[in-house]
T-cell receptor, first 115, second 115 residues
């Protein structure tokens, strides 16, 4: 069964440093997509980055990059040069091509950026 | 352009009452999803619409929950005989398609509190 696991309930990082948020997934599909969303305290879900299962290169979007290791079924989010505004809840999610497109979310990781 | 909108933003009701939650997706998005997010958890899938029909309602917890999308745009999530365990944030998302790479755009959510 499809599943997303985020093992870090909370993380701290110093401003301007890089941080890695872990995500592992389980699926029997060959075609799937992996997403990271940010949810600030205001509650909205903000899309950050996408990685397709067939993409050979790791996805990057500005300060966000995705460390995709398909054999290990991991899709870790790397945030470089952390900013105070990065403090939020971060969710990893998966979408299987065979499964109506619904997103399966992990439990989330709370990131706090220290000044 | 306008994003996904949800009304009301907050709803407080008493146990046993009926509530309706509304979602207005991004214009032109044919796919619409409802998720439920309990405090400190990741969103959980409830139901998915492609056009006017519910293509996947496997996430609805029981028959007290029902959703419609009569004209293929606005959707209403209906909860009968509310229970305290229904308290959560109900998120709506829409996307242009259901392929694995189609990003889902989320609304701000409706926070439901059942007293």
């Amino acid at each position: 069964a499809q599943k997303i696991t985020q093992t870090q309930p909370g993380m701290f990082v110093q401003e301007k440093e890089a941080v890695t948020l872990d995500c592992t997934y389980d699926t029997s599909d060959q075609s799937y997509g992996l997403f990271w969303y940010k949810q600030p305290s205001s509650g909205e879900m903000i899309f950050l980055i996408y990685q397709g299962s067939y993409d050979e290169q790791n996805a990057t979007e500005g300060r966000y990059s995705l460390n995709f290791q398909k054999a290990r079924k991991s899709a870790n989010l790397v945030i470089s040069a952390s900013q105070l505004g990065d403090s939020a809840m971060y969710f990893c999610a998966m979408r299987e091509a065979s499964n109506t497109g619904k997103l399966i979310f992990g439990q989330g990781t709370t990131l706090q950026v220290k000044p | 352009g306008a994003g996904v909108s949800q009304t009301p933003s907050n709803k407080v009701t008493e146990k046993g009452k009926y509530v309706e939650l509304r979602c207005d997706p991004i214009s032109g998005h044919t796919a619409l999803y409802w998720y439920r997010q309990s405090l400190g958890q990741g969103p959980e899938f409830l139901i998915y619409f492609q056009g006017t029909g519910a293509a996947d309602d496997s996430g609805l917890p029981n028959d007290r929950f029902f959703a419609v999308r009569p004209e293929g745009s606005v959707s209403t999530l209906k909860i009968q005989r509310t229970e305290r365990g229904d308290s959560a944030v109900y998120l709506c998302a829409s996307s242009f398609g259901t392929d694995r790479y189609n990003e889902q755009f989320f609304g701000p959510g409706t926070r439901l509190t059942v007293l």
